[in-house]
């Protein structure tokens, strides 16, 4: 009698699976409590440095990079244990920033914007289908440094890179006026969170027999 033949699912279909899963629930959150806040007053947490700021569209580039270098992590990690931490690490990430959100609704005021250049558009695009709230702390800081703290536990070279990444993501928040300043330092804080519970005082990953997902 011929057994039947389990069927392994590549290494590469699992984790674009995991990919589109976790988007589409963090981004569903997201914008859940961006709906239920919207109409209402948030918290304006501007300062004077943050009207110092100009605006400048063409930071809009490195606001949309973000996405690659949240995907950069997990491609990287070959361990299925590291891949478990990783994706926890983000949930983590998302869970504390989802909680700010709707427990202390902060504002953002952005400019009117002019022009037509591509770099406008897309800066208009930004702004027509994501309220000015959901600030506090910058998820996609803390998302960024979350994808910067997992590449250098996985590879010293690539993590200082991926840090520099981050803190373009960082600066381009403030720069399009989709966040005051101190939204920043919360989003970098609440990863370092996010990393330490789930990694502990390390970004030196502790190497063993690796659990490939095959």
Not at 36 to 48: D, E, V
Request: proline content about 5%.
């Amino acid at each position: 009698m011929n057994e039947a033949k389990t069927v392994a699912i590549p290494l590469w279909v699992r984790k674009i699976f995991i990919v589109i899963i976790f988007f589409l629930i963090s981004s569903s959150i997201y914008v859940a409590i961006n709906d239920f806040n919207a109409g209402k007053i948030g918290t304006i947490l501007s300062t004077k440095i943050d009207y110092r700021i100009p605006f400048n569209p063409r930071w809009v580039w490195p606001y949309y990079y973000y996405y690659l270098l949240l995907l950069f992590p997990i491609f990287l990690i070959k361990d299925r244990q590291e891949l478990r931490k990783g994706i926890l690490c983000f949930a983590i990430t998302g869970l504390i920033t989802s909680v700010f959100f709707l427990l202390w609704p902060t504002q953002m005021l952005r400019p009117v914007v002019y022009g037509d250049s591509l770099a406008i558009r897309l800066v208009r695009g930004i702004y027509h289908r994501d309220e000015p709230f959901n600030c506090f702390p910058s998820q996609h800081v803390a998302y960024s440094f979350t994808a910067a703290f997992i590449i250098l536990r996985n590879n010293r070279t690539l993590g200082v890179f991926g840090l520099v990444a981050a803190l373009t993501v960082a600066a381009s928040t403030v720069l399009i006026k989709q966040h005051w300043l101190v939204d920043i330092p919360s989003g970098i804080a609440v990863a370092a969170i996010s990393y330490f519970l789930v990694y502990g005082f390390s970004f030196r990953k502790i190497k063993g027999n690796p659990a490939e997902l095959v």
